[in-house]
């Protein structure tokens, strides 16, 4: 038998009777190099060698016609793997006719061999490939900022790191997501592949192409001795891996090992690593034994990938991008959640709310993500335990049906309180953690005025509540710090721009509007867009005419008219009326105007309606700030300052990711005030919610103040904007709060409370029940919702007053009526409530809405009167119907209506609890959040600033400079 050498494209190969001209198709098929199929493959060369024993030694030099001839003729292996890739991709299409995998290459130097032949097999497969070129002597920092911008871009699906070997140090290899590193050479990837494990990972392409092409010998290798000559480091551990894997059994050894010889004769077959120009005697090597030349996938212009086991290797590689395309696609659909709950051991007495709040631990925030089915790639965090979440998930998850959604509201507030939030947080801590059921609180976030001021805390209280409550009170991720820049940035805008025009010609304004850069005079896009208000179609600004100049420069706005005010997120009572421009250098432009809470600011507003960043910059863009001397509205888009407020506000928009005490979610976004604006958190956080829970899971947002307010803005002006429709109200109320409506005594904060609120009576609770409670769920039955009261019992209630509250209740309409012990008990004291929103979510409802927004002002203004609060009739002031005039004169008459009124009575008239009857609502003025997209009528003599009592909160307030521990927060 004739004893041969192919030096060929996968390397030396040995083969048996080959002659000197022979034809592949001559030969035997035992006798082709592994991985070859007879396709006329001439034997171009053979040079014959003299040996010792009888058989004659011939070195073969093996060739094609062409590189493509190389790959496509490397039969049998390429080809398998290339058509189950396309098989695979087709799938994939298939479901995701939008998919277009890409294979991003990321090499050192601009040699294009590794392009050609990944290309060549990616384009047979119909994948995508990139080549991204770094300098030679790239430095570690410039790969690694390369690889950070490839694990954001979500069209790329694998990346080739074609660099040299001193390159891929840990922290190259690090860096790059895992799923996307399709050589697995990562440390994770490596991990996965020896524990036997690659559920998410990789086998590096080329250890599958060698065992590929063993697998092909012509004799079977299970159970048979593969040895790996050379090499080290992944590549040779996971050849090592995979063989034994296979049943065979692999050693190893250097190139200058004094035994190499006798190892590699003993073997069945050898794969050399790292050879360079190291040839193998023909005499070393056992007949009948495969040999492979496996070269270093790493090095530029690498002698493997120049070859049909580069070929192998970049289908190998390409069916690896395929794969985590399809991981990828895995990773977009909804995930079930795999919540787990946090243990709370409830003590008595209940401690304080920052004691409760410390002694938990919050689990890190990335892993409750993780557990309710986001993304890494949605999340932001800001610290430990809060994050945001991009809107990018909507888009993921458009197709996901909603869950069921609950808003919880209230009886008229009273200084003795109902626990809103305190009840919300109960009832998704009984629902996720004990009845098993995904669900989820939306809140708004706290004003750092009332925090300071009178109210204290807003994240619950007792064993529910958000934690941790220190950074929930307290700024937590700057929102309404955005609120005010912008919403300052706007009142700065306007006083400039009425200075400059009243110090300025027409043209030199024009000229510093729109200034000369390099010589050459442009509008911006903001500015073409007031050109197109004005009915100015040029674009050109030498094309003006001075009638047209004046027109873009000159706002006109009248001092008098202005209606747009600076905020401050403080209670500061001697900022409801300033004057400004007093300053010398403002040449006398002196005039009055006023702040307002920040949370009043119609930027607060838009921020809670809007439902993307689209829409929220549209709708910053309409906000009228004023009005110009000639009656027209003047909106933030005409001052030129819309795009910046979109900036500014552009993380703002994403909700805040928290967690209760018994590691629910919550997101925390918007805080409205209701007496002053629709008093809802965002739009987007409840649509968000909607989507993680599932079509069987509960979303739980909370309105502000009494139902008669928080609730009738929610139904009327939230869900039109959202287009989301409830399935049930919770209705909070206490039994102390109702024998208040009931007729009990005036309560004073701070003061001790009268005997009434502490004994047992009966008939202020059936008092408070038959007014307030009735009327407030005759309310949530005029919008055709179920309601659920929810009893938040406190320690001085007896069992005859509760059962009393329950009882009619029910008789007045309520679905159920269960007391709840959530601030004491956690979750479990909320299971009958849960149980009870759970039965009634899932019956059918009748949703409507009070009002057609195409009525007019005065007549929606008078339902809302009428059927809500129970007025005779409205009474509009002088000012406030010239202004529904005008406003009807501009095209805002279809608006919904936002009443600015007190939250402590049905009434304009704080004093009157109850239901009272036989008023007249008077509206003093009226006034249109255009951008926010309402108008608000004001009702008696409501303030937008509230102010500081005489002893704050603040007072309480501190920090212990050696823990950094916040103290006096409840």
Not at 166 to 173: G, P, Q, W
Not at 287 to 309: F, M
Not at 343 to 367: F, G, M, N, Y
Not at 455 to 470: D, L, N, R
Request: net charge neutral.
């Amino acid at each position: 038998m004739k004893l041969a050498t192919i030096r060929s494209a996968c390397g030396s190969l040995r083969v048996h009777g080959a002659r000197p001209g022979n034809r592949f198709s001559d030969l035997p098929r035992r006798c082709l190099p592994v991985g070859f199929t007879k396709k006329s493959c001439i034997l171009r060369m053979v040079s014959a060698a003299t040996s010792s024993g009888t058989n004659p030694k011939y070195t073969v030099i093996f060739g094609k016609e062409s590189q493509e001839e190389v790959w496509s003729e490397y039969d049998s292996s390429v080809w398998e793997v290339v058509q189950s890739t396309k098989e695979a991709l087709a799938t994939l299409e298939g479901r995701n006719p939008e998919i277009q995998p890409l294979l991003a290459i990321l090499q050192a130097g601009d040699d294009d061999g590794i392009l050609d032949i990944n290309k060549k097999v990616v384009e047979k497969i119909g994948l995508n490939v990139t080549q991204i070129c770094l300098a030679k002597e790239c430095t570690e920092d410039e790969i690694v900022e390369q690889l950070l911008k490839l694990n954001h871009d979500p069209r790329v699906h694998g990346v080739y790191l074609h660099l040299p070997p001193t390159s891929l140090t840990s922290r190259v290899l690090n860096t790059l997501k895992p799923e996307k590193n399709v050589d697995g050479m990562s440390d994770l990837n490596m991990g996965r592949l020896l524990r036997g494990d690659l559920s998410k990972g990789f086998a590096p392409p080329v250890a599958c192409a060698v065992l590929d092409l063993l697998g092909k010998h012509d004799a079977p290798l299970e159970g048979k001795t593969v040895l790996l000559v050379g090499g080290e480091g992944p590549l040779r551990l996971a050849l090592q891996c995979l063989i034994e894997r296979s049943g065979m059994t692999a050693q190893s050894c250097h190139w200058n090992t004094k035994t190499l010889q006798t190892q590699m004769m003993q073997a069945d077959a050898v794969v050399l690593l790292s050879a360079g120009n190291i040839d193998v005697p023909p005499t070393w090597v056992r007949p009948g034994a495969a040999v492979i030349r496996c070269e270093p996938t790493t090095g530029p212009n690498e002698r493997a990938s120049r070859s049909g086991l580069g070929y192998l290797t970049a289908a190998y590689r390409a069916q690896n991008v395929v794969q985590s395309c399809s991981w990828w696609l895995q990773d977009q659909q909804y995930k079930p959640w795999h919540l787990r709950s946090l243990k709370l051991q409830p003590l008595t007495p209940v401690p304080s709310d920052i004691e409760i709040s410390r002694a938990q631990t919050p689990k890190p925030v990335d892993q409750l993500a993780e557990e309710i089915g986001l993304l890494p790639e949605e999340l932001e965090a800001y610290g430990r335990s809060k994050a945001k979440v991009r809107l990018s998930l909507l888009d993921r998850l458009h197709s996901q049906p909603d869950g069921k959604y609950v808003l919880v509201a209230g009886i008229t507030p009273t200084p003795l309180g109902e626990g809103k939030s305190t009840v919300t947080i109960g009832l998704v801590q009984a629902m996720s953690a004990h009845l098993k059921l995904n669900s989820f609180a939306c809140l708004r976030q706290p004003s750092q005025g009332p925090t300071f001021g009178v109210k204290g805390g807003a994240a619950g209280g007792g064993y529910a509540q958000v934690i941790p409550m220190e950074e929930f009170n307290l700024h937590l991720t700057g929102d309404i710090h955005a609120i005010t820049a912008a919403n300052n940035l706007v009142a700065a805008a306007i006083d400039a721009r009425m200075l400059h025009e009243a110090t300025q010609s027409d043209k030199a304004l024009f000229k510093r509007l729109v200034p000369s850069v390099n010589g050459v005079r442009q509008f911006s896009p903001i500015q073409i867009s007031r050109l197109h208000r004005l009915g100015i179609s040029k674009t050109d600004p030498a094309s003006l005419s001075p009638q047209e100049v004046s027109s873009f420069v000159r706002l006109d706005l009248d001092p008098s008219k202005i209606t747009w005010q600076r905020v401050v997120d403080t209670n500061d009572r001697f900022l409801r009326k300033i004057t400004v421009g007093q300053a010398s250098t403002e040449k006398g432009r002196i005039r009055e105007t006023g702040f307002d809470i920040a949370v009043a600011s119609e930027i607060m507003a838009i921020l809670a309606l809007a439902d993307s960043l689209e829409d929220m910059k549209s709708r910053l863009a309409r906000m009228v700030v004023g009005t110009s001397r000639s009656g027209q509205p003047v909106t933030a888009e005409d001052l030129g300052v819309s795009g910046a407020l979109a900036v500014l506000m552009k993380d703002a928009i994403k909700p805040t990711l928290m967690q209760t005490l018994e590691g629910t979610p919550v997101f925390v976004h918007a805080g409205p005030f209701a007496n002053i604006a629709h008093g809802n958190s965002s739009v987007l956080a409840d649509k968000l919610a909607l989507k993680l829970v599932g079509r069987d899971g509960f979303v739980v947002t909370e309105a502000g103040f009494g139902a008669d307010i928080g609730m009738e803005k929610f139904f009327n002006i939230k869900c039109r904007a959202s287009g989301l429709r409830p399935n049930v109200v919770v209705l909070v109320a206490t039994v102390r709060a109702l024998k208040m409506h009931g007729g009990g005594p005036h309560v004073s904060a701070g003061a001790p409370l009268s005997r009434e609120y502490i004994d047992e009576n009966l008939s202020l609770v059936a008092g408070g029940c038959h007014s307030n409670l009735r009327k407030q769920i005759q309310i949530a039955h005029l919008f055709g919702v179920p309601v659920v009261v929810a009893l938040n019992v406190f320690k001085t209630d007896t069992q005859a007053e509760i059962d009393l509250v329950c009882q009619i209740a029910k008789e007045c309409g309520a679905s159920d009526a269960l007391p709840c012990n959530h601030w004491s008990e956690g979750g479990r004291g909320c299971l009958e409530l849960a149980q009870a929103v759970n039965e009634s979510a899932h019956r059918p409802t009748n949703f409507q809405f009070l009002y057609n927004t195409e009525m007019p002002i005065v007549e929606k203004i008078r339902t809302i009167a009428q059927k809500v609060y129970g007025a005779d009739d409205i009474e509009l002031s002088p000012e406030a119907k010239n202004k529904i005039d005008y406003y009807d004169q501009q095209g805002y008459g279809s608006l919904p209506i936002c009443m600015a009124k007190t939250h402590l009575s049905l009434s304009h008239m704080p004093d009157k609890k109850g239901a009272p009857t036989g008023f007249v609502l008077p509206i003093r003025d009226v006034r249109a959040s255009v951008g926010a997209g309402f108008i608000y009528p004001l009702v008696g003599t409501m303030s937008t600033m509230p102010g500081l009592p005489t002893r704050p909160c603040f007072y309480d307030i501190d920090l212990n400079p050696v823990t950094e521990e916040i103290t006096g927060l409840f």
